[in-house]
């Protein structure tokens, strides 16, 4: 059974960073294209980031580029979504996703492309 679980959210302040974890468990993590999505109250879960089977490759939803960071550690079965200039925007929870595939990381923007999701970590931003 393949399982992500995401840890390191948390309560910062608009302007902070923020680093999260996605750590997987079960099958083979290196065959892996991880994705980022996030849901605010209300609102429909989005694409935030995807990256490649060996990392060389990332794409990022327009809201977050160049404020984001994708990467992943294939000898630690983990991927880091590390988020900085944090907007009150941002504040959501934030999911993990795994998909065994070879494909073009554009391809990997929609949800319905990933079989193995985490239960996601809480992302809060208050002054």
């Known amino acids: 059974q393949v399982q992500p679980v995401e840890s390191g959210g948390g309560l910062v302040q608009p302007g902070d960073s923020l680093r999260l974890s996605c750590i997987v468990s079960?099958?083979?993590?290196?065959?892996?294209?991880m994705g980022w999505f996030r849901q605010a109250p209300g609102m429909e879960r989005e694409f935030v980031a995807t990256?490649?089977?060996?990392?060389?490759?990332?794409y990022y939803a327009t809201s977050v580029k160049d404020r984001f960071i994708v990467s992943r550690d294939n000898a630690k079965n983990t991927a880091y979504l590390q988020m900085n200039s944090l907007r009150p925007e941002d504040a959501a929870i934030y999911y993990c996703a795994a998909k065994p595939d070879t494909g073009d990381v554009t391809l990997f923007t929609r949800e319905n492309r990933y079989p193995y999701w985490g239960q996601g970590t809480q992302v809060t931003i208050s002054s």
């Open positions: 990256i490649s089977r060996n990392g060389r490759s990332t």
């Open positions: 079960g099958g083979t993590f290196s065959t892996y294209v």
